[in-house]
């Protein structure tokens, strides 16, 4: 009965073109560019009732088909569950090449994701490749971004979904308290350890709070000063939790504009854009830039299959509000 529920959902057509393009990459991007979280879901279920078959591990034999191409892996990570996509991109951060970790990746995905998402990413981790992503992240010398990690991965399993004005108006205090202008430094123990009790949305109240408070953001207080590389991590997880539209447009920006080298953080940004909210974000980068997101892709790649499925992305409008109350913070 389950089946026949799902293969009367509107996607059949869809899923006979796709599965009749499985092995041709460029027929796939435009054929699942322009769906939504929700709509792509509803695909994989579709295509799993009609023909057998997960999409996913499907996209998987062709991206091992082409190992290195970019378009293949977007499409693979375009159609997995957030948990499965977080868990790939984790790993990829953790072995980022040159030996360096891809701290701002790791940012991106703690800060966008709820509590309950982040327990599902990490147990998708550890199924995946057989380690603990907590553990993955620890390393000595301790950097200040795995610190603030740490501090967040703590929150997630300790909060409670409640906001609390008082609670941000007191903590956006805290914070001002913390700084200590002498020293050209912030007090490090007192900004953890609110990270480490504080939910994802609770934090970004508090950030709200210090802006009406102090009339101007905490990341221009934690810029003044020139401070040191805990002030500037903690400057890029602030802007990574108080206003990701704005994070993801910059990061698009500048992906784009280095996208002849490091396609890979194209790939990241666009994929960290469509969880936060598409819509959102190509209006940000309008007011920032002065142009539409499209016509910045068209006008920063040249032409290929890659770059056709970035426009159709872009092009798509809207995103459904189910999957955003279940999968982004409000």
Not at 236 to 249: A, E, G, L, T, W
Request: net charge neutral; hydrophobic share 40%.
């Amino acid at each position: 009965m389950a089946s026949r529920f799902l293969v009367t959902t509107g996607f059949e057509d869809e899923c006979r073109a796709i599965h009749d393009a499985c092995s041709q990459p460029r027929r796939l991007s435009l054929l699942l560019a322009h769906r939504s979280p929700s709509e792509r879901q509803q695909i994989k279920a579709t295509y799993r009732a009609m023909f057998r078959e997960d999409l996913a591990g499907e996209l998987h034999r062709i991206l091992m088909a082409n190992e290195g191409d970019e378009l293949c892996k977007l499409l693979y990570l375009w159609v997995l569950d957030p948990a499965e996509r977080d868990a790939i991109m984790a790993r990829d951060a953790v072995e980022s090449g040159g030996g360096a970790m891809d701290y701002r990746a790791l940012v991106e995905i703690f800060t966008r994701r709820k509590q309950d998402q982040l327990f599902f990413t990490k147990q998708a981790y550890l199924a995946r490749f057989k380690k603990n992503l907590e553990q993955d992240m620890v390393t000595e010398p301790s950097h200040p971004y795995q610190r603030l990690l740490v501090a967040l991965a703590t929150s997630h399993k300790s909060h409670h979904d409640e906001l609390s004005r008082h609670i941000a108006k007191c903590d956006a205090r805290r914070l001002y308290d913390a700084k200590n202008s002498s020293m050209g430094s912030v007090d490090e123990a007192v900004i953890l350890e609110m990270f480490s009790k504080r939910s994802i949305p609770q934090l970004r109240l508090a950030f709200s709070s210090y802006k009406h408070i102090y009339g101007y953001d905490y990341t221009k207080a934690l810029k003044k000063n020139g401070f040191g590389e805990f002030e500037q991590s903690l400057r890029v997880v602030v802007k990574c939790i108080y206003n990701p539209s704005m994070y993801f447009s910059k990061l698009l920006h500048t992906s784009l504009q280095c996208s002849a080298t490091n396609r890979r953080l194209v790939t990241r940004a666009i994929l960290g854009s469509d969880d936060v909210d598409m819509d959102n974000i190509k209006s940000v980068f309008k007011s920032s830039y002065g142009k539409d997101l499209e016509d910045f892709i068209h006008e920063s790649l040249l032409e290929s299959d890659y770059k056709e499925f970035l426009l159709g992305v872009a092009k798509a409008q809207g995103v459904n509000n189910l999957m955003k109350s279940v999968w982004n913070d409000p």
